[in-house]
Structures are given as structure tokens and as C-alpha cells.
Nanobody, 121 residues
């Protein structure tokens, strides 16, 4: 059984911080590159940060220097520390493998529910 459960979102003022967490089933997490994606209102879902199984990270230019992705392989959990948040960071945030985990029987990628982040004064 596969699952991705994101948490930690909320409403924060510009310049504030949030830490997102994602608990993944072992079948998804194990040895895979994990990523955080985000989908702003009315826009497409984009990949913003990735981390390989050995800890190599990569970031989209829009979040570089402000966001930090990390993972705990013992807990099958990936995190996203978000600092210096801006209104344009407002989005639903999802975690997944990179590329997204594919459900072959259903012929579509699997996504969790995501967690809403709103940055506003």
C-alpha cells in the first residue's frame, strides 16, 4: 500500500517560516529521490526541491537560499524548511518521488492530499 501524507502548512506573514513534513510508505520512499512540489492557485504544479537517497539536494531558483529539503531515511520522512516566505510562495505543497510515483494499474501518478501554505499579511 502506498501513501504520502503531507503536513505543516498554514498561514504565515511575509518573512516568516514554516516546516513541512511528509510521511511516505516505504515502497515510495526507499532508495528514491524525493521532492517537494507546489501548485499555486490556478497554476501548474512545479517541482521546487529534490533530495537523493544519499542526501544530494537541488532547488528551483525561486526558492534557492530560502528553502531547505532534508530526509530521515529511518522514518521514511522528508521535510521542507521554508524561511523568508513571500506571498508568491502561496500554494498547495506536495511531496513525491522525482519523477512522481506512477500507479501502473491506474495509469496515473499517485499524489497525496498536499498541505496548504498561505503567505499573507
Amino acid at each position: 500500500q502506498v501513501h504520502l501524507v503531507e503536513s505543516g502548512g498554514g498561514l504565515v506573514q511575509p518573512g516568516g517560516s514554516l516546516r513541512l513534513s511528509c510521511a511516505a510508505s516505504g515502497s515510495i520512499f526507499s532508495r528514491n529521490t524525493m521532492g517537494w512540489y507546489r501548485q499555486p492557485p490556478g497554476k501548474q504544479r512545479d517541482l521546487v526541491a529534490t533530495i537523493t537517497s544519499d542526501g544530494t539536494t537541488n532547488y528551483a531558483d525561486s526558492v534557492k537560499g530560502r528553502f531547505t529539503i532534508s530526509r530521515d531515511n529511518a522514518k521514511n520522512t522528508v521535510y521542507l524548511q521554508m524561511n523568508s516566505l513571500k506571498p508568491e510562495d502561496t500554494a498547495v505543497y506536495y511531496c513525491n518521488t522525482d519523477p512522481p510515483y506512477y500507479l501502473h494499474a491506474m495509469r496515473r501518478p499517485y499524489w497525496g492530499q498536499g498541505t496548504q501554505v498561505a503567505v499573507s499579511s
